[in-house]
Protein backbone atom coordinates (compact mmCIF):
# COMPACT_ATOMS: atom_id res chain seq x y z
CA UNK A 1 0.00 0.00 0.00
CA UNK A 2 0.92 3.66 -0.44
CA UNK A 3 1.60 6.52 2.82
CA UNK A 4 -1.71 6.74 4.15
CA UNK A 5 -2.20 10.13 2.78
CA UNK A 6 -2.05 9.15 -0.71
CA UNK A 7 -5.56 7.93 0.17
CA UNK A 8 -7.43 11.65 0.52
CA UNK A 9 -10.89 11.59 -1.17
CA UNK A 10 -10.53 7.95 -2.08
CA UNK A 11 -13.02 5.17 -0.41
CA UNK A 12 -10.99 2.70 1.83
CA UNK A 13 -12.89 -0.06 3.99
CA UNK A 14 -12.33 -1.80 7.43
CA UNK A 15 -13.07 -4.93 7.84
CA UNK A 16 -13.54 -5.61 11.72
CA UNK A 17 -13.77 -3.00 14.84
CA UNK A 18 -11.89 -3.70 18.30
CA UNK A 19 -8.75 -1.74 19.04
CA UNK A 20 -7.03 -2.35 15.92
CA UNK A 21 -9.72 -1.15 13.52
CA UNK A 22 -10.92 1.66 15.54
CA UNK A 23 -7.25 3.30 15.18
CA UNK A 24 -6.95 2.12 11.32
CA UNK A 25 -10.33 4.39 10.60
CA UNK A 26 -9.22 7.20 12.91
CA UNK A 27 -5.60 7.78 10.91
CA UNK A 28 -6.91 6.71 7.55
CA UNK A 29 -10.18 9.51 8.56
CA UNK A 30 -7.15 12.07 9.69
CA UNK A 31 -5.18 11.14 6.47
CA UNK A 32 -8.66 12.44 4.14
CA UNK A 33 -9.81 9.11 3.41
CA UNK A 34 -13.50 8.09 3.30
CA UNK A 35 -13.43 5.07 5.43
CA UNK A 36 -16.45 2.92 5.95
CA UNK A 37 -16.25 0.08 9.03
CA UNK A 38 -17.71 -2.41 8.74
CA UNK A 39 -18.41 -5.50 11.43
CA UNK A 40 -20.43 -8.68 11.21
CA UNK A 41 -21.37 -8.13 14.85
CA UNK A 42 -24.67 -7.10 15.46
CA UNK A 43 -24.64 -2.88 16.65
CA UNK A 44 -25.33 -3.49 20.15
CA UNK A 45 -22.00 -5.91 20.41
CA UNK A 46 -20.03 -2.40 18.84
CA UNK A 47 -19.65 0.07 21.33
CA UNK A 48 -16.71 1.43 19.12
CA UNK A 49 -19.01 2.70 16.76
CA UNK A 50 -20.59 5.79 18.32
CA UNK A 51 -16.96 6.83 18.77
CA UNK A 52 -16.42 6.30 15.13
CA UNK A 53 -19.49 7.55 14.00
CA UNK A 54 -18.95 11.36 16.02
CA UNK A 55 -16.09 11.93 13.88
CA UNK A 56 -17.71 11.15 10.49
CA UNK A 57 -16.69 7.69 10.02
CA UNK A 58 -19.90 5.61 8.51
CA UNK A 59 -20.30 2.53 10.20
CA UNK A 60 -21.99 -0.89 9.20
CA UNK A 61 -22.90 -3.53 12.13
CA UNK A 62 -24.91 -7.11 11.65
CA UNK A 63 -22.73 -8.46 8.60
CA UNK A 64 -21.42 -7.68 5.75
CA UNK A 65 -23.73 -6.05 2.91
CA UNK A 66 -23.23 -7.02 -0.71
CA UNK A 67 -22.29 -3.25 -1.81
CA UNK A 68 -19.55 -3.08 0.66
CA UNK A 69 -16.65 -3.89 -1.72
CA UNK A 70 -16.79 -2.06 -4.87
CA UNK A 71 -14.49 -1.04 -7.81
CA UNK A 72 -14.64 2.28 -6.21
CA UNK A 73 -12.59 0.98 -2.84
CA UNK A 74 -8.94 1.82 -3.15
CA UNK A 75 -7.66 -0.02 -0.04
CA UNK A 76 -9.22 -3.02 2.33
CA UNK A 77 -7.34 -2.74 5.98
CA UNK A 78 -9.16 -6.24 7.61
CA UNK A 79 -8.51 -7.36 10.97
CA UNK A 80 -5.60 -10.22 11.55
CA UNK A 81 -8.67 -12.62 12.50
CA UNK A 82 -10.67 -12.58 9.58
CA UNK A 83 -9.89 -15.26 6.89
CA UNK A 84 -8.69 -14.69 4.37
CA UNK A 85 -12.20 -16.73 2.82
CA UNK A 86 -14.61 -14.12 4.34
CA UNK A 87 -16.74 -13.02 1.57
CA UNK A 88 -15.76 -9.08 1.77
CA UNK A 89 -12.10 -10.27 1.30
CA UNK A 90 -12.62 -12.52 -1.68
CA UNK A 91 -14.54 -9.89 -3.35
CA UNK A 92 -11.79 -7.33 -2.75
CA UNK A 93 -9.24 -9.96 -3.67
CA UNK A 94 -11.21 -10.32 -6.85
CA UNK A 95 -11.57 -6.84 -7.98
CA UNK A 96 -7.76 -6.41 -8.07
CA UNK A 97 -8.31 -4.07 -4.57
CA UNK A 98 -5.27 -3.97 -1.91
CA UNK A 99 -6.07 -6.47 1.51
CA UNK A 100 -3.62 -5.24 4.33
CA UNK A 101 -3.70 -5.61 7.95
CA UNK A 102 -2.92 -2.13 10.63
CA UNK A 103 1.21 -3.69 10.46
CA UNK A 104 1.01 -2.44 7.25
CA UNK A 105 -0.61 1.25 7.84
CA UNK A 106 1.32 1.79 10.49
CA UNK A 107 4.44 0.91 9.31
CA UNK A 108 3.78 3.71 6.59
CA UNK A 109 2.96 5.84 9.60
CA UNK A 110 6.14 4.82 12.12
CA UNK A 111 8.98 7.70 11.84
CA UNK A 112 10.89 4.97 14.20
CA UNK A 113 12.55 1.82 13.36
CA UNK A 114 10.99 -1.40 14.18
CA UNK A 115 11.64 -4.72 15.98
CA UNK A 116 9.30 -7.32 14.25
CA UNK A 117 9.27 -10.33 16.62
CA UNK A 118 6.89 -13.57 15.53
CA UNK A 119 7.67 -17.32 16.39
CA UNK A 120 4.59 -20.12 17.10
CA UNK A 121 5.40 -19.73 20.74
CA UNK A 122 7.40 -17.30 23.16
CA UNK A 123 6.44 -13.80 21.13
CA UNK A 124 4.68 -12.10 24.16
CA UNK A 125 7.63 -12.97 26.43
CA UNK A 126 10.74 -12.23 23.81
CA UNK A 127 8.83 -8.90 22.96
CA UNK A 128 8.55 -7.55 26.75
CA UNK A 129 11.71 -8.94 27.81
CA UNK A 130 13.11 -6.91 24.32
CA UNK A 131 10.98 -3.93 25.75
CA UNK A 132 12.87 -3.69 29.32
CA UNK A 133 16.63 -4.73 28.04
CA UNK A 134 16.29 -1.59 25.75
CA UNK A 135 14.73 0.60 28.10
CA UNK A 136 17.54 -0.71 30.52
CA UNK A 137 20.33 0.16 28.17
CA UNK A 138 18.27 3.65 27.52
CA UNK A 139 17.34 3.03 23.95
CA UNK A 140 13.75 5.03 24.08
CA UNK A 141 11.74 1.42 22.81
CA UNK A 142 8.23 1.33 22.46
CA UNK A 143 6.36 -1.47 23.08
CA UNK A 144 2.98 -1.77 20.87
CA UNK A 145 0.52 -4.23 18.54
CA UNK A 146 -0.67 -7.49 20.20
CA UNK A 147 0.59 -5.94 23.47
CA UNK A 148 0.86 -2.67 24.82
CA UNK A 149 -0.61 -0.10 22.44
CA UNK A 150 -2.22 -0.58 19.69
CA UNK A 151 0.07 -0.37 16.74
CA UNK A 152 -1.01 2.79 15.03
CA UNK A 153 -1.37 4.41 17.90
CA UNK A 154 1.65 3.79 18.56
CA UNK A 155 3.51 4.41 15.57
CA UNK A 156 1.73 8.26 15.26
CA UNK A 157 3.71 8.90 18.45
CA UNK A 158 6.81 7.79 17.38
CA UNK A 159 9.96 9.48 16.21
CA UNK A 160 13.62 8.35 14.82
CA UNK A 161 15.62 8.30 18.29
CA UNK A 162 12.84 5.53 19.02
CA UNK A 163 12.69 1.49 18.47
CA UNK A 164 9.18 0.43 17.99
CA UNK A 165 9.43 -3.44 19.52
CA UNK A 166 6.16 -5.73 18.47
CA UNK A 167 5.11 -8.88 18.33
CA UNK A 168 3.61 -10.03 15.32
CA UNK A 169 1.33 -12.83 14.01
CA UNK A 170 0.80 -15.14 10.99
CA UNK A 171 -2.29 -13.52 10.47
CA UNK A 172 -0.72 -9.68 10.87
CA UNK A 173 2.15 -10.67 8.78
CA UNK A 174 0.21 -12.53 6.17
CA UNK A 175 -1.64 -9.18 5.00
CA UNK A 176 1.80 -7.10 4.43
CA UNK A 177 3.46 -5.76 1.79
CA UNK A 178 6.38 -2.90 1.93
CA UNK A 179 6.92 -3.79 5.94
CA UNK A 180 10.22 -3.81 6.49
CA UNK A 181 11.26 -4.09 9.78
CA UNK A 182 14.99 -2.98 10.94
CA UNK A 183 15.25 -6.07 13.32
CA UNK A 184 13.51 -9.29 12.68
CA UNK A 185 13.41 -12.47 14.85
CA UNK A 186 11.52 -15.86 13.87
CA UNK A 187 11.70 -17.75 17.53
CA UNK A 188 10.36 -20.61 15.98
CA UNK A 189 8.10 -22.61 14.15
CA UNK A 190 5.34 -24.95 15.08
CA UNK A 191 2.00 -26.70 13.13
CA UNK A 192 -0.77 -24.63 14.28
CA UNK A 193 -3.25 -22.12 12.73
CA UNK A 194 -3.81 -24.33 10.17
CA UNK A 195 -7.44 -23.94 10.25
CA UNK A 196 -6.80 -20.08 9.11
CA UNK A 197 -4.09 -20.81 6.69
CA UNK A 198 -4.84 -24.21 5.40
CA UNK A 199 -1.64 -25.71 5.36
CA UNK A 200 1.71 -25.26 6.89
CA UNK A 201 3.37 -23.87 3.76
CA UNK A 202 0.72 -21.08 3.50
CA UNK A 203 1.60 -20.44 7.66
CA UNK A 204 5.62 -20.71 6.94
CA UNK A 205 5.59 -18.36 4.11
CA UNK A 206 3.56 -15.57 6.52
CA UNK A 207 6.02 -16.14 9.10
CA UNK A 208 8.83 -15.33 6.47
CA UNK A 209 7.15 -12.24 5.56
CA UNK A 210 8.44 -10.81 8.07
CA UNK A 211 12.24 -10.83 6.16
CA UNK A 212 10.74 -10.06 2.31
CA UNK A 213 11.59 -6.55 2.62
CA UNK A 214 15.06 -6.55 4.58
CA UNK A 215 18.21 -4.99 2.84
CA UNK A 216 21.57 -5.95 3.95
CA UNK A 217 22.19 -3.01 6.45
CA UNK A 218 19.00 -4.96 8.74
CA UNK A 219 19.26 -7.96 11.05
CA UNK A 220 17.55 -11.29 10.82
CA UNK A 221 17.43 -13.55 14.09
CA UNK A 222 16.82 -17.00 13.77
CA UNK A 223 16.76 -20.15 15.74
CA UNK A 224 19.20 -21.78 14.55
CA UNK A 225 17.99 -25.05 16.43
CA UNK A 226 14.82 -24.81 14.09
CA UNK A 227 14.99 -26.41 11.18
CA UNK A 228 12.13 -24.33 9.39
CA UNK A 229 14.05 -21.69 10.42
CA UNK A 230 17.26 -22.35 9.02
CA UNK A 231 15.60 -23.52 6.32
CA UNK A 232 14.88 -19.83 5.39
CA UNK A 233 18.67 -18.85 5.47
CA UNK A 234 18.55 -18.91 1.77
CA UNK A 235 15.96 -16.03 1.56
CA UNK A 236 17.62 -13.78 3.96
CA UNK A 237 18.79 -10.37 2.52
CA UNK A 238 19.52 -8.86 5.80
CA UNK A 239 22.65 -9.55 8.18
CA UNK A 240 21.96 -13.29 9.73
CA UNK A 241 22.57 -12.96 13.90
CA UNK A 242 21.53 -16.81 14.82
CA UNK A 243 20.83 -18.16 18.37
CA UNK A 244 21.49 -21.47 19.26
CA UNK A 245 20.86 -24.22 22.55
CA UNK A 246 22.63 -26.87 21.03
CA UNK A 247 25.55 -25.41 18.82
CA UNK A 248 28.39 -22.76 19.74
CA UNK A 249 28.17 -20.39 17.42
CA UNK A 250 31.25 -17.93 15.61
CA UNK A 251 28.32 -14.89 15.37
CA UNK A 252 25.14 -15.33 17.70
CA UNK A 253 23.74 -16.16 20.77
CA UNK A 254 24.51 -19.64 22.44
CA UNK A 255 24.06 -21.52 25.35
CA UNK A 256 27.90 -22.64 26.96
CA UNK A 257 28.31 -25.56 27.34
CA UNK A 258 25.48 -26.15 24.82
CA UNK A 259 22.61 -28.18 25.64
CA UNK A 260 22.86 -32.18 25.16
CA UNK A 261 19.61 -34.28 24.89
CA UNK A 262 19.99 -36.81 28.32
CA UNK A 263 21.84 -34.33 30.28
CA UNK A 264 21.47 -33.62 33.81
CA UNK A 265 19.52 -30.58 34.44
CA UNK A 266 21.97 -29.32 36.92
CA UNK A 267 24.49 -28.53 34.45
CA UNK A 268 26.11 -24.70 34.99
CA UNK A 269 25.54 -22.76 31.49
CA UNK A 270 25.86 -19.11 30.45
CA UNK A 271 24.40 -17.16 27.53
CA UNK A 272 27.40 -15.89 25.41
CA UNK A 273 26.82 -13.77 22.80
CA UNK A 274 29.82 -13.38 20.08
CA UNK A 275 29.90 -10.61 17.90
CA UNK A 276 31.74 -9.91 14.34
CA UNK A 277 35.02 -8.97 15.81
CA UNK A 278 35.36 -12.46 17.56
CA UNK A 279 34.81 -11.62 20.94
CA UNK A 280 32.24 -13.72 22.90
CA UNK A 281 30.90 -11.56 25.77
CA UNK A 282 29.18 -13.79 28.87
CA UNK A 283 25.89 -12.11 29.16
CA UNK A 284 24.33 -14.23 32.27
CA UNK A 285 24.27 -17.62 34.05
CA UNK A 286 21.54 -19.09 32.87
CA UNK A 287 20.45 -20.37 36.55
CA UNK A 288 20.51 -16.38 37.13
CA UNK A 289 17.41 -15.69 34.95
CA UNK A 290 14.21 -14.62 36.48
CA UNK A 291 11.83 -17.30 34.81
CA UNK A 292 12.06 -20.97 34.41
CA UNK A 293 11.73 -23.26 31.71
CA UNK A 294 14.52 -24.10 28.95
CA UNK A 295 12.30 -22.02 26.44
CA UNK A 296 12.80 -19.67 28.40
CA UNK A 297 16.47 -19.64 27.93
CA UNK A 298 15.57 -19.38 24.12
CA UNK A 299 13.71 -16.43 24.42
CA UNK A 300 16.27 -14.81 26.68
CA UNK A 301 18.76 -15.31 23.61
CA UNK A 302 16.47 -14.52 21.28
CA UNK A 303 15.86 -10.97 23.23
CA UNK A 304 19.68 -10.40 24.10
CA UNK A 305 20.41 -10.98 20.07
CA UNK A 306 17.76 -7.94 18.93
CA UNK A 307 18.88 -5.84 22.22
CA UNK A 308 22.57 -5.99 20.83
CA UNK A 309 21.47 -5.67 17.55
CA UNK A 310 19.67 -2.28 18.03
CA UNK A 311 22.82 -0.96 20.04
CA UNK A 312 22.48 -2.21 23.51
CA UNK A 313 26.13 -2.81 25.44
CA UNK A 314 25.85 -6.56 26.13
CA UNK A 315 27.13 -5.26 29.54
CA UNK A 316 23.93 -4.24 30.63
CA UNK A 317 21.79 -7.34 29.95
CA UNK A 318 22.26 -9.51 32.97
CA UNK A 319 19.58 -7.42 35.35
CA UNK A 320 16.65 -6.91 33.46
CA UNK A 321 17.49 -10.46 32.67
CA UNK A 322 17.56 -11.96 35.99
CA UNK A 323 14.61 -9.47 37.25
CA UNK A 324 12.23 -10.70 34.68
CA UNK A 325 8.51 -12.14 36.28
CA UNK A 326 6.90 -14.28 34.11
CA UNK A 327 4.35 -12.83 31.72
CA UNK A 328 0.42 -13.67 32.59
CA UNK A 329 -0.91 -16.84 31.36
CA UNK A 330 2.58 -18.32 30.44
CA UNK A 331 4.08 -20.10 32.95
CA UNK A 332 2.58 -18.38 35.47
CA UNK A 333 3.19 -19.53 38.84
CA UNK A 334 -0.33 -18.86 40.87
CA UNK A 335 -0.03 -20.60 44.30
CA UNK A 336 0.80 -24.01 46.87
CA UNK A 337 -2.08 -25.61 47.83
CA UNK A 338 -1.49 -28.55 49.91
CA UNK A 339 2.08 -28.71 49.16
CA UNK A 340 1.48 -28.51 44.86
CA UNK A 341 2.25 -25.68 43.35
CA UNK A 342 -0.28 -24.72 40.46
CA UNK A 343 1.07 -22.84 36.85
CA UNK A 344 -0.98 -21.16 34.63
CA UNK A 345 -0.05 -21.44 30.98
CA UNK A 346 -2.86 -21.05 29.21
CA UNK A 347 -1.30 -19.20 26.35
CA UNK A 348 -0.11 -22.98 25.55
CA UNK A 349 -2.40 -23.12 22.24
CA UNK A 350 -0.18 -25.79 20.56
CA UNK A 351 1.02 -29.38 21.74
CA UNK A 352 4.58 -28.14 20.82
CA UNK A 353 3.93 -25.12 23.45
CA UNK A 354 2.76 -27.50 25.79
CA UNK A 355 5.57 -29.85 25.54
CA UNK A 356 7.61 -26.99 26.21
CA UNK A 357 6.05 -26.30 29.09
CA UNK A 358 6.16 -29.64 30.77
CA UNK A 359 9.99 -29.77 29.95
CA UNK A 360 10.40 -26.87 32.67
CA UNK A 361 9.59 -29.13 35.18
CA UNK A 362 11.15 -31.91 37.22
CA UNK A 363 8.68 -32.28 39.85
CA UNK A 364 5.71 -34.50 39.06
CA UNK A 365 2.96 -33.17 36.83
CA UNK A 366 -0.54 -33.44 36.97
CA UNK A 367 -1.69 -31.45 33.64
CA UNK A 368 -4.92 -29.80 33.03
CA UNK A 369 -5.08 -30.29 29.34
CA UNK A 370 -7.61 -30.16 25.92
CA UNK A 371 -9.64 -27.24 23.92
CA UNK A 372 -10.34 -26.39 20.53
CA UNK A 373 -10.18 -29.36 18.12
CA UNK A 374 -8.16 -28.31 14.83
CA UNK A 375 -7.49 -31.86 13.82
CA UNK A 376 -4.32 -32.48 15.56
CA UNK A 377 -3.79 -36.16 17.35
CA UNK A 378 -1.85 -34.48 19.73
CA UNK A 379 0.54 -37.66 19.79
CA UNK A 380 3.64 -35.04 20.17
CA UNK A 381 2.59 -34.96 23.90
CA UNK A 382 2.92 -39.21 24.39
CA UNK A 383 6.76 -39.06 25.48
CA UNK A 384 6.30 -36.13 28.05
CA UNK A 385 3.18 -37.79 29.06
CA UNK A 386 5.70 -40.72 29.88
CA UNK A 387 8.49 -38.83 31.24
CA UNK A 388 7.15 -36.01 33.15
CA UNK A 389 2.94 -36.29 34.33
CA UNK A 390 1.23 -38.05 36.80
CA UNK A 391 -1.57 -37.69 35.88
CA UNK A 392 -3.94 -35.98 33.48
CA UNK A 393 -7.35 -34.00 33.16
CA UNK A 394 -9.21 -33.30 30.05
CA UNK A 395 -11.30 -30.68 28.75
CA UNK A 396 -12.74 -29.31 25.71
CA UNK A 397 -13.17 -30.73 22.55
CA UNK A 398 -10.17 -32.83 21.85
CA UNK A 399 -11.09 -34.35 25.99
CA UNK A 400 -11.12 -37.84 24.25
CA UNK A 401 -7.79 -37.14 21.88
CA UNK A 402 -6.26 -36.12 25.11
CA UNK A 403 -7.41 -38.86 27.40
CA UNK A 404 -5.84 -41.77 24.55
CA UNK A 405 -2.92 -40.20 24.43
CA UNK A 406 -2.49 -40.54 27.91
CA UNK A 407 -3.92 -44.00 27.99
CA UNK A 408 -1.25 -44.70 25.55
CA UNK A 409 1.58 -43.35 27.92
CA UNK A 410 0.46 -45.40 30.28
CA UNK A 411 -1.27 -43.20 32.45
CA UNK A 412 -3.10 -44.91 35.26
CA UNK A 413 -4.42 -41.57 36.84
CA UNK A 414 -6.37 -40.09 33.74
CA UNK A 415 -10.07 -38.00 34.35
CA UNK A 416 -12.22 -36.38 31.66
CA UNK A 417 -14.41 -33.84 32.77
CA UNK A 418 -17.22 -33.67 30.14
CA UNK A 419 -18.25 -29.77 29.00
CA UNK A 420 -21.04 -28.22 30.47
CA UNK A 421 -22.85 -25.21 29.12
CA UNK A 422 -21.31 -22.84 32.24
CA UNK A 423 -17.13 -23.30 30.41
CA UNK A 424 -15.91 -21.81 33.63
CA UNK A 425 -17.95 -24.38 35.46
CA UNK A 426 -15.80 -27.20 33.73
CA UNK A 427 -12.51 -25.87 34.37
CA UNK A 428 -13.78 -25.03 37.74
CA UNK A 429 -14.15 -29.12 38.06
CA UNK A 430 -11.30 -29.61 36.05
CA UNK A 431 -8.66 -28.15 38.88
CA UNK A 432 -10.88 -29.54 41.88
CA UNK A 433 -10.09 -33.31 40.27
CA UNK A 434 -6.40 -32.29 39.38
CA UNK A 435 -6.45 -31.56 43.11
CA UNK A 436 -7.70 -34.51 44.15
CA UNK A 437 -4.99 -36.07 42.01
CA UNK A 438 -1.73 -34.35 43.58
CA UNK A 439 0.52 -35.13 46.50
CA UNK A 440 2.52 -32.61 47.57
CA UNK A 441 5.48 -31.91 45.79
CA UNK A 442 3.77 -32.11 42.73
CA UNK A 443 3.19 -29.44 40.29
CA UNK A 444 -0.50 -28.69 38.86
CA UNK A 445 -0.59 -27.41 35.79
CA UNK A 446 -2.97 -25.68 32.93
CA UNK A 447 -1.54 -26.00 29.66
CA UNK A 448 -4.50 -27.05 27.28
CA UNK A 449 -2.33 -27.77 23.76
CA UNK A 450 -5.13 -26.05 22.58
CA UNK A 451 -7.10 -23.03 22.00
CA UNK A 452 -9.55 -22.00 24.03
CA UNK A 453 -12.37 -20.97 21.26
CA UNK A 454 -14.56 -24.53 22.28
CA UNK A 455 -15.43 -22.91 25.61
CA UNK A 456 -13.99 -19.38 26.28
CA UNK A 457 -13.67 -16.07 24.82
CA UNK A 458 -9.84 -16.29 25.21
CA UNK A 459 -7.22 -18.04 26.15
CA UNK A 460 -6.73 -15.04 28.97
CA UNK A 461 -10.13 -16.07 30.07
CA UNK A 462 -9.59 -19.58 29.99
CA UNK A 463 -6.61 -18.85 32.54
CA UNK A 464 -8.15 -15.99 34.35
CA UNK A 465 -10.54 -18.65 35.33
CA UNK A 466 -8.16 -21.28 36.28
CA UNK A 467 -6.36 -19.40 38.90
CA UNK A 468 -9.69 -18.07 40.65
CA UNK A 469 -10.44 -21.99 40.84
CA UNK A 470 -7.21 -22.41 42.44
CA UNK A 471 -7.86 -19.85 44.90
CA UNK A 472 -10.63 -20.73 45.96
CA UNK A 473 -9.92 -24.51 46.74
Known amino acids: MNHPESYRGQQVVVLGLAKSGVQV ?29 ALGISVVCGGH ?3 LIHSGVKLVVKNPGIPYHAAPVQQALAL ?19 IGITGSN ?23 GNIGTPLCEAAEQASPDHWMVVELSSFQLKGTVDFRPRIASLLNVAETHLDYHGDLDDYVASKAKLFANQQPDDV ?37 PPYVDGEEDDVKRQIIYADEKGNHHTIIDIE ?13 MAAVAIAVAAGADPAVLAAPLADFKAVEHRLEYVLEHNGSAYYNNSKATNSKATVMALNSFKEPVVLIAGGLDRGSDMMELLPLFQERV ?39 VAVQEASKLASAGDVV ?10 MFASYEERGRIFKEAAHNL
Open 25 to 53: AKVLDRAGAKVTVNDKKERDQCPEASELE
Open 65 to 67: PDD
Open 96 to 114: GIEVVTEVEVAYHLCAAPM
Open 122 to 144: GKTTTTTWVGEMLEHAGLNPIVA
Open 220 to 256: AILNWDDAVCRGLVPYIKGRLLPFSMIEKLDVGVYAD
Open 288 to 300: NIGIAGQFNVENA
Open 390 to 428: KAVVAIGETRTKIAKVAELAGLKQIKVVDNEEDAARTLT
Open 445 to 454: LLSPACASWD
